[in-house]
């Protein structure tokens, strides 16, 4: 299996089957959601083909939400998080904010202040570095009639520890 397809079915096994978000079921089930590899191992053309993404997921609007998956590219965690972090920075520059929110996940994924082999990771924890393009508007409209948005997190954490310890 490509590395798109494991992270396609990593989303369908684990994150809607376990309902970490739950948003994901529906573009995934109308077929609205991209997988993409990016197979370049330098960061730099990570980086670009991605920003290439944002314009992408814009214009196609049969697109909710695009899974840029990274094989060859990113493995270190802490190389991981400054390239999610630099590309938060160049979507504010360029406003894209405001249409564009991030997610991310990692297979080394660890929260700031939570040992590494705490179950709560998991949440956050995808077979390949992997960035997620939503749109805005859709976000918005999804969270609008959700009760407790913010409790999502710690539920998921919870829910991991649960099942996992």
């Given at each position: 299996m490509?590395?798109?397809?494991?992270?396609?079915?990593?989303?369908?096994?684990?994150?809607?089957?376990?309902?970490?978000?739950?948003?994901?079921?529906?573009?995934?089930?109308?077929?609205?959601?991209?997988?993409?590899?990016i197979e370049d191992d330098n960061i730099e053309p990570c980086f670009m083909a991605a920003l290439a993404q944002v314009q992408g997921l814009l214009e196609e609007q049969s697109v909710e939400t695009t899974l840029l998956v990274f094989p060859n590219a990113l493995a270190d965690f802490d190389t991981f998080l400054d390239f999610v972090y630099t590309f938060e920075d160049t979507l504010v520059e360029a406003n894209a904010h405001e249409l564009v929110q991030l997610a991310h996940f990692h297979p080394d994924y660890a929260f700031d202040g939570v040992a590494e082999d705490d179950p709560g990771n998991l949440t956050n924890r995808a077979p390949y570095p992997t960035l997620q393009l939503l749109r805005v508007g859709s976000v918005a409209a999804a969270v609008a009639g959700y009760p407790d948005v913010e409790g999502i997190p710690e539920r998921n954490v919870m829910k991991m520890r649960e099942l996992f310890v």
């Open positions: 490509s590395p798109a397809e494991t992270t396609r079915q990593w989303v369908a096994d684990f994150v809607i089957r376990h309902a970490l978000c739950p948003f994901a079921a529906k573009p995934f089930q109308n077929d609205k959601v991209l997988f993409l590899e």
